[in-house]
T-cell receptor, first 111, second 116 residues
Framework: GEDVEQSLFLSVREGDSSVINCTYT??????LYWYKQEPGAGLQLLTY?????DMKQDQRLTVLLNKKDKHLSLRIADTQTGDSAIYFC???????????FGSGTRLQVQP | DAGVIQSPRHEVTEMGQEVTLRCKPI?????LFWYRQTMMRGLELLIY????????DSGMPEDRFSAKMPNASFSTLKIQPSEPRDSAVYFC??????????????FGPGTRLTVL
């Protein structure tokens, strides 16, 4: 079955760049997403990328996709304390509507 | 639009009691999803509906769990009887169901359930 894996924790200093990594196993994955979850809140969609793209940039966020290695990353430039949250990678293929989520990466931003 | 609305936000109950969680999806969305989040298992899909019809309930843990969607603007997830291991945050999400595009899922704030 599908599997999505992420590292559990990342700590960076304010102003540095953060890179959160994700690997997935489903070669049929068509859409890949990054969600952000702040304490006590639901999941907020940050960005997404189609599997036929290599990169997508959206303000401070850059998503890189390596389809050969099934590796997805989210780079946050000029990380701020407000970026501290759990970041989830998720994937789905065109045959399914449901998302498969990774375990989430807790990003801690030190002032 | 107010987004996906869930109620209650917090529920504390005793083992054996019936628990009903409620969800109002975003108006016009054709798909509704129920997820459960725990520390041990992360985010798991329980069930999802398309146009009020259950499509995949393979994630429902056992017969104690049931979900309904009587109309396009309301869904319930019921646990009867509840057990301490059901303690988790339950999220509802909806998506527009647009073919050929990303069909983004929008999440509600969740219901934190504690079963004592």
């Amino acid at each position: 079955g599908e599997d999505v894996e992420q590292s559990l924790f990342l700590s960076v200093r304010e102003g540095d760049s953060s890179v959160i990594n994700c690997t997935y196993t489903d070669s049929s994955s068509t859409y890949l997403y990054w969600y952000k979850q702040e304490p006590g809140a639901g999941l907020q969609l940050l960005t997404y990328i189609f599997s036929n793209m290599d990169m997508k940039q959206d303000q401070r966020l850059t998503v890189l996709l390596n389809k050969k290695d099934k590796h997805l990353s989210l780079r946050i430039a000029d990380t701020q304390t407000g970026d501290s949250a759990i970041y989830f990678c998720a994937e789905r293929d065109t045959g399914r509507r449901a998302l498969t989520f990774g375990s989430g990466t807790r990003l801690q931003v030190q002032p | 639009d107010a987004g996906v609305i869930q109620s209650p936000r917090h529920e504390v109950t005793e083992m054996g009691q019936e628990v009903t969680l409620r969800c109002k999806p975003i108006s016009g969305h054709d798909y509704l999803f129920w997820y459960r989040q725990t520390m041990m298992r992360g985010l798991e899909l329980l069930i999802y509906f398309n146009n009020n019809v259950p499509i995949d309930d393979s994630g429902m843990p056992e017969d104690r769990f049931s979900a309904k969607m009587p109309n396009a603007s309301f869904s319930t997830l019921k646990i009867q009887p509840s057990e301490p291991r059901d303690s988790a945050v339950y999220f509802c999400a909806s998506s527009p169901g647009l073919a050929g595009v990303t069909d983004t899922q929008y999440f509600g704030p969740g219901t934190r359930l504690t079963v004592l």
